[in-house]
């Protein structure tokens, strides 16, 4: 009997161990960031989707930062998120350097250990400059010659 409750244990543990890839997005402070959902699931119409910051828990959205069906918003922490009925991205508007961390997506399927999810982290950076004023030009040619 024991063996048995081992073996079953054992399975138990086996099966909810997943891997999980890490996609890093590089994204400009201020602008709108949009993080990819990679499961296949997620762009079936009706099911459940959820996004969450930090890693992801075994049986839930950690952390969660909303959560939809489709076109239908159950809960949304904040204005700034909003998800994609078609894709199930994360799209992050006004980014900030706080923003900038490692999330996730999940699935949420009946039954239990088969939620698939998804793992982003998000780099946040600061507006490069594009050009560089006339005046500077001159400075930098003046001290090379």
């Excluded at 904040?78 to 923003?99: E, K, M, P």
């Excluded at 949420?108 to 030009?137: A, C, E, K, Y």
């Amino acid at each position: 009997m024991l063996p048995l409750l081992f073996h079953s244990l054992y399975s138990v543990c086996v099966l909810s161990v997943s891997v999980v890839a890490t996609e890093t997005v590089v994204a400009v402070a201020g602008q709108v960031v949009q993080l990819p959902c990679r499961l296949e699931e997620a762009r079936q119409g009706g099911v459940e989707v959820c996004w969450g910051r930090g890693k992801p828990s075994l049986f839930t959205c950690h952390n969660t930062l909303i959560n939809a069906a489709g076109d239908q918003v159950t809960y949304r922490r904040s204005h700034r998120f909003s998800v994609s009925s078609s894709t199930a991205a994360l799209s992050i508007s006004g980014s900030q350097f706080s923003d900038a961390g490692f999330y996730h997506c999940r699935v949420q399927l009946p039954g239990l250990f088969n939620d698939p999810t998804s793992s982003v982290h998000l780099i946040i950076i600061r507006r490069m400059l594009t050009s560089l004023p006339l005046f500077s030009l001159s400075y930098f040619t003046q001290m090379c010659s």
